[in-house]
């Protein structure tokens, strides 16, 4: 796969000591879209993650048990009485607050959003906040964290 976003990525291969990037077959990718978009595409930057980094990442900023995490978040969500009307990726999570981005916008590079439903409910914190970053950004920062020892 031809790279647009996540070259940094590949030239890390291991951001942490431990762990060394390990990607998804297109045809695990193809599965992935499948089961959570219908067969539609992923937008172009995540396509990238998934190719490079999709079994383990080392990023410290996506969480790759998606099954897992969109159980959780669809559970946080009936428990606090929301619902989501648009198609949506779950990425990562702290505690019950959710890293996501939306599939239906026509974006190579998905904007992050952060859903807190267990926030939202309490009134503490708004529903769904648009953290104002790319996908790709977030990993490239991360990166850029890893390397030079910044906390993430």
Do not use: W
Request: hydrophobic fraction near 35%.
């Amino acid at each position: 796969m031809e790279l647009k976003y996540l070259q940094k990525l590949k030239d890390n291969p291991s951001l942490n000591p431990r762990i060394k990037i390990e990607g998804l077959g297109k045809d695990k990718i193809q599965e992935l879209e499948s089961h959570y978009n219908r067969g539609d595409k992923f937008p172009l930057a995540f396509r990238e993650y998934l190719f490079l980094a999709g079994i383990r990442s080392g990023t410290g900023v996506v969480d790759n048990d998606f099954e897992e995490l969109r159980e959780d978040c669809e559970e946080s969500l009936e428990n606090c009485g929301y619902t989501m009307n648009r198609p949506y990726f779950v990425f990562d999570r702290l505690d019950s607050i959710y890293s996501i981005f939306f599939l239906d916008e026509d974006k190579e590079d998905p904007d992050i959003y952060i859903l807190d439903p267990y926030g939202a409910y309490e009134e503490l914190e708004p529903f769904l906040k648009d953290v104002k970053y790319t996908f790709s950004k977030m990993i490239n920062d991360a990166i850029h964290r890893k390397l030079n020892n910044i906390p993430l």
